[in-house]
C-alpha cells in the first residue's frame, strides 16, 4: 500500500472510520469471530492494516503475542489508544507498509489482513509480502469487504468511489476465493457474511514451495 494518496485518505479519515461502522459493521462480528478461531493458540500473529483496532482486541485474547501494524501514521495513533485502554498487554502496535514489512522470513504464525486486499495497488505482491513472513504451515486470514457481491453493494460501492474512496479493486466472494487460491492458498475456511457490503471470510496456508 505504498500510493502517497490512499494513505493521506486513511489519515484524514481515521477519526471517522468508527462511526462508518454503523453502515458498514454488520458482518463485523461474525468476521472477528472466525478470525479469533483461526489464530487461536498461535504463538505470534502479525496484523496488518489495523486501522483503529477493530480485530486486535479479539486477537490479544486468541494468541500469545500480537503485532499490529497500519502504514498510516494517524491510524496507528488512535490504534495505540485502543490497545492502551484495553490493557493489551501482548499487544506491539508498529508502523508498517504492507510491501516492505520489516520482519525476518518465517516470522509469524498467523497473518490477519482484515479489509484491505481490495484497496492494494498491486495484489500479488500484497500476497507475497504476506507469505514471505509466515512460518512454513502458518494461516493468513482475510475476510475482505466483496462490494460486488449483492446490488446494494454494487450501488454503494459506486457512491463511495465518489468521495474519494481509495479501493483498487471490486471483489464478489467467488472472485475473491479465486485470486487468493491463484496465489498458492489452500483455503481452509470461506464463509460470505451478509451486510451492506458482505465480507468474503477465507483463511487458509499457503502451499509448499
Not at 496465489?183 to 499457503?206: H, K, M, N, S
Amino acid at each position: 500500500m505504498s500510493d502517497q494518496n490512499d494513505r493521506e485518505y486513511w489519515n484524514r479519515h481515521a477519526k471517522n472510520y468508527d462511526r462508518s461502522m454503523a453502515l458498514l459493521g454488520g458482518p463485523i462480528p461474525r468476521m472477528v469471530e472466525l478470525t479469533a478461531q483461526a489464530v487461536q493458540g498461535a504463538s505470534k500473529v502479525l496484523e496488518v492494516a489495523a486501522g483503529t483496532g477493530v480485530v486486535t482486541p479479539a486477537l490479544s485474547r486468541a494468541a500469545h503475542e500480537v503485532v499490529a501494524t497500519d502504514y498510516a501514521a494517524v491510524m496507528v495513533a488512535t490504534l495505540e489508544d485502543r490497545v492502551r485502554a484495553q490493557g493489551l498487554a501482548n499487544v506491539r502496535c508498529e508502523r508498517a507498509d504492507l510491501y516492505a514489512l520489516r520482519f525476518e522470513p518465517g516470522s509469524f504464525d498467523a497473518v490477519v489482513a482484515a479489509n484491505v486486499l481490495h484497496l492494494v495497488p498491486d495484489l500479488p505482491g500484497a500476497l507475497s509480502a504476506l507469505r514471505r513472513v509466515l512460518k512454513p504451515g502458518g494461516r493468513l486470514v482475510a475476510p475482505t469487504y466483496c462490494h460486488d457481491e449483492t446490488p446494494i453493494s454494487w450501488f454503494v460501492s459506486r457512491t463511495l468511489a465518489l468521495t474519494g474512496f481509495p479501493g483498487h479493486r471490486r471483489f464478489r466472494a467467488s472472485s475473491l476465493r479465486q485470486a487468493l487460491a491463484s496465489a498458492g492458498l489452500r483455503v481452509g475456511r470461506a464463509e460470505t457474511l451478509q451486510g451492506v457490503i458482505p465480507i468474503g471470510y477465507i483463511d487458509g496456508t499457503f502451499d509448499a514451495g
